[in-house]
C-alpha cells in the first residue's frame, strides 16, 4: 500500500492544476486557452512544461518566433492546425512537433474545430533574457522593447493569416 506521506506533492492530476483563468496578451481581449503549469506546480526551475487545453475558436498564441528557446508539443486530445509561417497543418493525438531555437520560424497551434484541443508542451524554463519575434503584430514587437528578436532571420510567409477560422472571442471584440 502506498504511503500517502511519501507521495504528497509528488503526483498530481492535470484536472486540479489548471488554474481556470484565460492568457492572453496586453490590450487584446482574445484568449489562448487554459494551462496546467506542471512546471509552477511542481516547483521545477529549469524545465517548462505545461498541458495547454484551447477551447473552439482559441489559438495557444500570436505566431511567433524564439531565439533563445526550444520547444516540444505533444498532441494528448483533438486535432489542432499547426500554423507555421503563414501555412497550416492539420494534427492529431499523438502527433509532436518541436521548434529548435534561432531558427527565426514562427509558430501557434489554432482550435478550429467543435471540440477540445489538449496538448503537452515542453520547454525551457522561462528566462527574461529570451528574444522574441511576432511577425504579424508589429505593434506587440515594440511594446516588447529589448527582449524583441530584432535580427530575427528573415522568413517569407505564406498565405494564412494565423487567426482561428470562427473566433469565440469575436463575440466581444475583434482580434487585433
Not at 492568457?23 to 505545461?50: D, I, M, W
Not at 520547444?71 to 521548434?99: M, N, Q
Not at 474545430?113 to 514587437?141: F, L, Q
Amino acid at each position: 500500500m502506498a504511503n500517502k506521506k511519501v507521495f504528497n506533492g509528488l503526483v498530481a492530476n492535470w484536472k486540479d492544476i489548471e488554474d481556470g483563468s484565460n492568457a492572453s496578451y496586453p490590450g487584446s481581449r482574445e484568449t489562448h486557452g487554459l494551462t496546467a503549469n506542471f512546471a509552477k506546480h511542481f516547483k521545477l526551475s529549469r524545465l517548462g512544461v505545461s498541458q495547454d487545453r484551447l477551447r473552439p475558436g482559441e489559438r495557444s498564441s500570436w505566431p511567433h518566433a524564439e531565439a533563445d528557446e526550444e520547444e516540444f508539443v505533444l498532441v494528448l486530445e483533438g486535432t489542432p492546425d499547426l500554423w507555421v509561417d503563414g501555412h497550416i497543418k492539420r494534427l492529431a493525438p499523438g502527433d509532436c512537433v518541436g521548434f529548435a531555437s534561432g531558427t527565426g520560424l514562427a509558430h501557434t497551434f489554432i482550435n478550429n474545430t467543435n471540440a477540445d484541443v489538449r496538448m503537452i508542451v515542453v520547454g525551457e524554463a522561462s528566462r527574461y533574457r529570451s528574444r522574441i519575434h511576432y511577425p504579424m503584430h508589429p505593434k506587440r514587437n515594440a511594446e516588447i522593447g529589448s527582449r524583441h528578436w530584432s535580427d530575427v532571420p528573415k522568413r517569407k510567409l505564406g498565405p494564412h493569416d494565423g487567426k482561428p477560422d470562427k473566433p469565440r472571442y469575436l463575440r466581444k471584440s475583434k482580434t487585433p
